[in-house]
């Protein structure tokens, strides 16, 4: 697993959750500027874990700024 390949998955599943572009998703995108709703944040939380058996809470959500944030806890996560 490489960053890149996570990188792509998560803006796949932001898009996915949040009914976004993807091409509109990137690194650096502030995961509040995508939406807010816990149905959304639950949806991507879901992908994540089935996935890549990393699991998420969905309050934890917040603390992450960016997508890439995201991604490297998720790469943290799943060695």
Not at 35 to 55: K, N, P
Request: charged share 25%.
């Amino acid at each position: 697993m490489n960053r890149e390949d996570v990188l792509k998955d998560l803006i796949t599943f932001a898009a996915r959750a949040y009914k976004k572009d993807a091409s509109e998703i990137n690194e650096n995108t502030n995961l509040s500027d995508l939406g807010v709703q816990s149905l959304q944040r639950v949806a991507m939380s879901a992908s994540i874990e089935e996935e890549y058996d990393v699991s998420i809470p969905v309050a934890r959500f917040n603390q992450f700024p960016t997508l890439g944030a995201l991604v490297d806890y998720v790469m943290a996560e799943a060695e």
